[in-house]
């Protein structure tokens, strides 16, 4: 998965279930750059190698158990799924720009961390008088002493581990063929970069959902026979670096459905781009003038669900639509050209002001505008307020031209903030810059 707190990410180096497995846990403050896409180079995202185990089966506890759950409990499990990395080759589609890669016997795994604090045990024997015997038994550490009535002796140290429970299934894979001049598509630098946090990531998820959600109409299947298994950077081409999404058949060996996703691509790609508002598609719900004035990120009818919780944070239907706007066209521009007609851009830059306006109300700084676009200053700093998919380090267009209003003098004290962020968490905003 991509880089943000909180969230797996396996590395294989050899898939064998008979050798240990390498995860990486995203924890805070544990600082430890990712060999293999650089993330974490931060205070704030971090990676800790932990070993992963694929249990053989379950005991219990020898006790009478407990009452089930209450139906209103909720329980949180913290585990998640994520693909194996996959080496094969993505394939540009024509008149698209959209490259793509399908395996039949792609490899899922459900990874459970116990909400990050891993499961403690030791291999050892577990005895009970003149009833159970049980040698070579990895045992948790709450049960080693928890029962007078069973002994355990440990034959090995204590070990952390996470569990995982892996699957074969159909997975597609798909992501731009080209970044369009101006933009920014890695959501590993949107991670490293404080200020643009994680706006590039929910990008990348918001569009999963969107395409989930779009071809289970098509395919007329329930939309949790899809899952969403990652969202990855990979280098396409050399040296340039952009996010890869991964959807894999729900249930195990496949049943089609993420094949269908990748051959009927072109037709599910059309079907949101050209989408009529007010339709009965999920897409012509999505921009319906209804949707669109209720709904300013993310809402029940469109994007949230109950199973998809950990992903809310996340999730902005407009950010998703502009991203499948890039799978679908190398030349769109997102704003950058002045033009904000198309519903996932449409309001921004009042959208923007309002943003800007909360922020000055609520901390001491003094509004202004940058040529097309809002900002304000703070202190010696003056910050521009920009779209969350713009590139600030190589900008053209409407961001061009707001840096141009800024004397060469004052360009080493310019800032950028996305709207995503400052929506979102306003206060954290405020402290990285003053950082």
Not at 3 to 9: F, K, N, Q
Not at 183 to 208: E, H, V, W
Not at 338 to 357: I, K, N, Q, V, Y
Request: proline share 5%.
């Amino acid at each position: 998965m991509g880089c943000g707190e909180g969230i797996l990410r396996i590395v294989f180096d050899h898939l064998s279930l008979d050798k240990p497995l390498l995860a990486l846990r995203i924890v805070r403050r544990q600082v430890t750059v990712c060999p293999n896409c650089g993330a974490g180079g931060t205070d704030e995202a971090g990676f800790a190698v932990v070993a992963v185990a694929i249990p053989k089966g379950f005991r219990t506890d020898f006790s009478w158990g407990e009452n089930a759950k209450e139906e209103a409990e909720f329980i949180t499990t913290g585990s998640s799924s994520v693909a194996e990395s996959d080496q094969a080759p993505l394939f540009d589609l024509l008149n698209t720009n959209s490259a793509l890669a399908f395996s039949g016997k792609g490899r899922v795994f459900r990874v459970n961390d116990r909400a990050g604090q891993l499961y403690s045990g030791a291999i050892g024997s577990a005895n009970t008088p003149g009833t159970v015997n049980l040698q070579h038994q990895w045992i948790d550490s709450r049960f080693q002493s928890g029962d007078p009535h069973v002994a355990f002796q440990a034959s090995s140290p204590i070990e952390n581990v996470a569990l995982i429970a892996p699957k074969t299934t159909d997975i597609v894979r798909f992501a731009p063929s080209h970044t369009p001049h101006g933009m920014l598509l890695d959501p590993t630098q949107g991670a490293l970069n404080r200020l643009r946090g994680p706006a590039l990531k929910a990008a990348y998820y918001s569009a999963a959902f969107i395409v989930r959600s779009v071809a289970a109409g098509l395919l007329d299947i329930d939309p949790e026979e899809l899952d969403i298994s990652t969202v990855r950077r990979v280098e396409r081409p050399i040296g340039h670096f952009i996010g890869e999404i991964v959807i894999s058949d729900h249930l195990a060996n496949g049943a089609g459905f993420a094949g269908q996703v990748h051959s009927r691509w072109q037709e599910l790609l059309d079907s949101i781009i050209h989408a009529v508002a007010g339709d009965t598609s999920f897409a012509g719900e999505l921009i319906s003038p209804a949707h669109r004035k209720s709904c300013d990120s993310a809402c029940p009818d469109c994007l949230k669900h109950y199973r998809n919780m950990s992903y809310h944070g996340l999730l902005d239907w407009r950010l998703g639509l502009a991203l499948l706007q890039v799978f679908n066209d190398s030349s769109y521009a997102c704003g950058l050209n002045g033009d904000f007609s198309g519903p996932e851009l449409t309001g921004w830059h009042h959208f923007a002001e309002e943003l800007r306006d909360a922020f000055c109300a609520a901390f001491p700084c003094t509004p202004v505008d940058f040529g097309p676009l809002p900002g304000f200053k703070v202190g010696n700093l003056q910050v521009i307020v920009a779209h969350p998919l713009w590139d600030s380090s190589k900008p053209i267009g409407e961001l061009a031209t707001a840096i141009a209003t800024v004397g060469a003098d004052s360009q080493l004290n310019l800032r950028f903030l996305d709207t995503f962020n400052m929506q979102r968490r306003m206060s954290w905003t405020y402290q990285a810059l003053r950082g």
